[in-house]
């Protein structure tokens, strides 16, 4: 079990550090086109989050994010698939700490000083944005293991997030974890403290659409919470 | 067949909101810069479309398209593989019904008036490049499915409809649901109402001509009518 | 045979639709950056050339080219393999033919006059690229033929010219058939017919390095001929 | 084992040669956008990277880089798998030589004068990222191997350091041997001598520490050594 919060925090901490670190990166190459600031910033996140996927998924499943690790439990808790809540509140922390340290280390390598995020916000088009966001990505995961697809969910996830960068009003976080982490840096990435109660109530609220839709279009998905987002055998079991 | 007529839906609905969504947020990004307008807004449907008919195929099929599944029933109609005369006309409602949905959903998103677009598209090399956009489309999809690749649907369409937006003159709209949804939002991916009928007219010459070619290349791809875009046993036979 | 000269011309020809029609929109959405236009061109062939390959590989191979159907007969001469050389000269004949009713197309869905291209490429510089470029394509197609990954040709040959476009100082035409089309459209993609001697004859120089390499990397390399750039048994023995 | 040598010397080169000839290419292109500069040079190395390992990870592994063949011989020293010490010096001088014949090929095809790079980059922010990327990278390939999906290395490699590029503060050089090749190019790609070994040195450090991280979440890596960065039986025991 601490293999598994070890790779779900790594693994959330460099998703925020990609997300932070890029958006940078994008900032002072780019400081007066802010949609070059995103193109930039959305593809470095395609390209990383399939890559931790990957790098992780084996270990953990590679939730890196409470709603995600939250449905798995709600919908598996009936079959005894999924999280316990034990785990689950582990994941959760591990996921949050993570998320907090990558947006640090994303600060130290570009030399930033500390601080919160300064950059409201809020407003409903962009709620109805995160609702969307996490919907979509809580049904995508489920929907691919329920259909043995697991394999396929790094470029998956990662285009998919890279879609909803854009066709969301909020450039899609669809992540608490990642909310709570780019609180802590006051730069492109950042969102200041008093706009995320909102964003992660959005969350909460995609994620129960996303758990409806589940089971309305794939029924029997909960036996399938077990392999989100990416099936995990303990590594000593994997093929060699 | 509810549940398939719903992924129709969603899926089309989703894939208009992409394509609308993404638009307005490049819009507002790039207002002088029409080219990374469409550069995003093209890289944002290929992301989104490959993953739509991943989390769709396995229920509907994922056609997401009338001349698509217009084709299918063709196709397929003299070994009764496709879908029947009803299914086609229940698919085509949900695909319309679905694309004007997402239109509305991206201006919800994005905060953006109700009102039908008002940007005029036509013109010969407009519909030549329409005919060539959805005989491309149809063409691969029962290409794929005749050779037992539709797993590669997904990432295929995708690409070739982010190829199609650059190499064709009217950026390929390729379909007639997307075409009508596109009519909802005054916005960069906007159609007016008097040039759907042009549109649509030479998707349904480009669908003939896709036929065509599918005849001449793959024979014999009427078989796999029921396996386009992705095959998709009901959900219940899928894989646990 | 016919089929097969069918595929091959129209792969060849959507090839070069692809090229030359997404130069132009480029050139006119971006007239004063070079740079965006060459961006876009590539991204677009990238994802173009993948799908092409995809759609009629199975029917002919998807060489598309005229120095990897040469490479093909030569490699595989001596073991019954690749094409024979009436074949060899059927395919080449489709390909140009292919090539130039691409250029047109472009042409006609951009309502862009007739007339060949004014741009001279040349010098030192160039052709060693076209070398370079020519050379590393014939390798890569036959070391995935002959390790049995033809499956990835499509994805791998697309993003191979996308790398291409931008490493080599000639942008990678590395293809006479292809070059003999772009003289047709005198537009961002096209070259002038005094520079195509040139071209094609380092593209020539560069399928004998390319051969050279792949003898010495992959012996045995001729067996797989048959297999270039994809496997394509007749559709008739595809699995259905 | 001179396959493997000229795998590795041809590999790393033609890999230095897409950083270096794709850095010129921008610089010519956007004299004055850096970041557009940075954005084609990485997407041309994602692609280039990810068919660079196809082509050569049957013959040598396709290493390309001093720190993973190194992590490699010292992961497997125990079980007898990975490089022996010779074949260790052997492989990293290939890739040395490699990587500076890359720079002078690129250097040749744009016709820029020799000289070594002007471009200190340093600092402790710089270090830090190099250290960062360095680490992820062995991570990666080793938990590919590990987990037996070293099929994903390409485009999953390929996909790491596009998005490092970006997340990282030193654009994530990640490999001593294209480190020592980018000082033999006074461009856009460049690094002046006086900066390579704080690059180098961080470099190792990041070895050391994905080395480390590979032993915590996945025990028995050792094993793996020889699969890394893809399995490469001689090929003529490859599939036929």
Known sequence: MLRRLLAEFLGT???????VGSGIAAQRLWPDDVGLQLLQNSTATVLGLAVLILLFGPVSGAHFNPVVSLAGWWLGRRTGDGLTP?????????????????????????????????????GTGLLVGEVVATAGLVLLVF??????????????VGAYIGAAYWFT????????????????SDTFAGVAP????????????????????????YPDAGRAADAVVVPHPEPTHARA
Do not use: D, H, K, W
């Open 143 to 156: 929907a691919l293991a329920r259909t043995g697809r697991g394999a396929l969910s790094a470029p998956a």
């Open 13 to 19: 901490g460099l998703l925020v550090a990609v997300v």
């Open 194 to 217: 008093s706009s995320v109660p909102g964003f992660v109530a959005a969350q909460l609220v995609g994620g129960a659409v996303g758990v409806l839709l589940v089971l309305v279009l």
């Open 86 to 122: 034990a785990e689950l509140a582990a994941y959760v922390a591990a996921q949050c700490l993570g998320g907090i340290g990558g947006a640090l280390l994303a600060n130290t390598m570009f030399e930033v000083g500390a601080g919160t995020a300064a950059t409201e916000r809020g």
């Open 169 to 184: 009003s909020s450039t899609s976080f669809a992540n608490p974890a990642v909310t709570v982490g780019r609180m802590f």
